[in-house]
Protein backbone atom coordinates (compact mmCIF):
# COMPACT_ATOMS: atom_id res chain seq x y z
CA UNK A 1 0.00 0.00 0.00
CA UNK A 2 1.33 3.15 -1.19
CA UNK A 3 1.14 5.52 1.58
CA UNK A 4 2.97 9.31 0.87
CA UNK A 5 4.47 10.81 3.61
CA UNK A 6 4.29 14.44 2.52
CA UNK A 7 0.60 14.37 2.62
CA UNK A 8 -2.32 14.50 5.40
CA UNK A 9 -4.99 12.34 5.51
CA UNK A 10 -8.46 11.70 6.53
CA UNK A 11 -10.05 8.68 8.60
CA UNK A 12 -12.18 8.84 5.52
CA UNK A 13 -9.18 7.74 2.76
CA UNK A 14 -9.63 11.18 1.37
CA UNK A 15 -5.47 12.63 1.18
CA UNK A 16 -4.93 16.39 1.18
CA UNK A 17 -1.83 18.07 -0.44
CA UNK A 18 -1.21 21.41 1.14
CA UNK A 19 0.02 24.03 -1.62
CA UNK A 20 -0.11 27.75 0.33
CA UNK A 21 -4.02 28.58 0.73
CA UNK A 22 -5.07 25.94 -1.92
CA UNK A 23 -5.38 22.11 -1.39
CA UNK A 24 -5.20 19.39 -3.58
CA UNK A 25 -8.15 16.25 -2.77
CA UNK A 26 -7.97 13.04 -3.57
CA UNK A 27 -8.57 9.48 -2.27
CA UNK A 28 -6.18 7.49 -1.09
CA UNK A 29 -4.68 3.90 -2.81
CA UNK A 30 -6.31 1.69 0.31
CA UNK A 31 -9.27 3.50 -0.26
CA UNK A 32 -9.25 3.04 -4.67
CA UNK A 33 -8.44 -0.80 -3.69
CA UNK A 34 -11.21 -1.08 -1.57
CA UNK A 35 -13.98 0.18 -3.83
CA UNK A 36 -12.23 -1.44 -6.63
CA UNK A 37 -12.38 -0.51 -10.57
CA UNK A 38 -13.84 3.08 -10.43
CA UNK A 39 -16.62 3.50 -13.56
CA UNK A 40 -17.76 7.54 -12.35
CA UNK A 41 -16.82 10.80 -10.28
CA UNK A 42 -19.30 12.82 -9.58
CA UNK A 43 -18.35 16.20 -7.87
CA UNK A 44 -21.13 18.59 -8.29
CA UNK A 45 -19.87 21.03 -5.61
CA UNK A 46 -17.67 23.13 -7.98
CA UNK A 47 -17.48 26.67 -6.65
CA UNK A 48 -19.54 26.31 -3.45
CA UNK A 49 -17.80 26.71 0.03
CA UNK A 50 -18.24 23.12 1.72
CA UNK A 51 -18.06 22.67 5.10
CA UNK A 52 -15.14 20.21 6.62
CA UNK A 53 -16.56 16.30 7.14
CA UNK A 54 -19.46 17.56 4.23
CA UNK A 55 -19.83 15.59 1.27
CA UNK A 56 -18.17 16.84 -1.76
CA UNK A 57 -19.14 14.64 -3.96
CA UNK A 58 -19.05 10.48 -4.79
CA UNK A 59 -17.06 8.06 -6.62
CA UNK A 60 -18.99 5.38 -8.04
CA UNK A 61 -17.31 1.58 -8.77
CA UNK A 62 -18.36 -1.66 -10.28
CA UNK A 63 -20.23 -2.69 -7.10
CA UNK A 64 -20.75 0.60 -4.76
CA UNK A 65 -21.32 4.29 -4.72
CA UNK A 66 -19.07 6.05 -1.70
CA UNK A 67 -19.29 9.63 -0.92
CA UNK A 68 -16.38 11.86 -0.82
CA UNK A 69 -15.96 14.24 2.44
CA UNK A 70 -14.60 17.62 2.44
CA UNK A 71 -11.08 17.25 4.63
CA UNK A 72 -11.17 21.01 5.06
CA UNK A 73 -14.03 23.78 5.20
CA UNK A 74 -13.12 25.83 1.16
CA UNK A 75 -14.22 26.30 -1.79
CA UNK A 76 -13.67 23.83 -4.60
CA UNK A 77 -12.25 25.75 -7.19
CA UNK A 78 -11.51 22.88 -9.91
CA UNK A 79 -12.44 19.32 -10.65
CA UNK A 80 -10.34 17.19 -12.08
CA UNK A 81 -12.03 16.75 -15.53
CA UNK A 82 -9.52 14.03 -17.13
CA UNK A 83 -11.84 12.23 -14.59
CA UNK A 84 -14.74 12.61 -16.32
CA UNK A 85 -13.58 10.29 -19.50
CA UNK A 86 -11.04 8.35 -17.39
CA UNK A 87 -12.15 7.87 -14.42
CA UNK A 88 -9.78 4.73 -13.92
CA UNK A 89 -7.15 7.04 -13.02
CA UNK A 90 -7.97 6.81 -9.70
CA UNK A 91 -7.20 3.54 -9.85
CA UNK A 92 -4.17 3.50 -11.47
CA UNK A 93 -2.47 7.08 -10.14
CA UNK A 94 -4.61 7.79 -7.51
CA UNK A 95 -2.05 10.48 -5.56
CA UNK A 96 -1.10 11.97 -9.24
CA UNK A 97 -3.35 12.42 -12.26
CA UNK A 98 -6.11 10.90 -9.92
CA UNK A 99 -6.27 13.66 -7.86
CA UNK A 100 -10.18 14.96 -7.70
CA UNK A 101 -10.74 18.46 -6.81
CA UNK A 102 -8.65 21.76 -5.32
CA UNK A 103 -10.05 23.41 -2.30
CA UNK A 104 -9.44 27.02 -1.47
CA UNK A 105 -9.01 26.46 2.26
CA UNK A 106 -10.73 29.17 4.59
CA UNK A 107 -9.82 27.96 7.43
CA UNK A 108 -6.35 26.77 7.74
CA UNK A 109 -6.11 25.72 11.18
CA UNK A 110 -8.26 23.05 10.29
CA UNK A 111 -5.18 21.59 8.69
CA UNK A 112 -3.79 20.71 11.93
CA UNK A 113 -6.65 17.97 12.34
CA UNK A 114 -5.62 16.35 9.45
CA UNK A 115 -4.07 12.75 9.88
CA UNK A 116 -0.26 12.37 8.95
CA UNK A 117 1.39 9.17 7.34
CA UNK A 118 1.76 7.78 10.57
CA UNK A 119 -1.67 8.39 11.82
CA UNK A 120 -2.91 7.30 8.67
CA UNK A 121 -1.63 3.78 8.87
CA UNK A 122 -2.99 3.69 11.89
CA UNK A 123 -6.60 3.87 10.88
CA UNK A 124 -6.11 1.02 8.18
CA UNK A 125 -3.96 -1.02 10.45
CA UNK A 126 -1.02 -0.86 8.03
Excluded at 13 to 42: N, P, R, S
Excluded at 77 to 97: A, C, H, I, Q, S
Amino acid sequence: MNVPAELKYTKDHEWIKIDGDTAIVGITDFAQGELGDIVYVDVDTLDEEVDKDEVFGTVEAVKTVSDLFMPLTGEVVEFNEKLEDDPELVNTDPYGEGWMIKISIKDSSEIDELLDVEGYKEVVGA
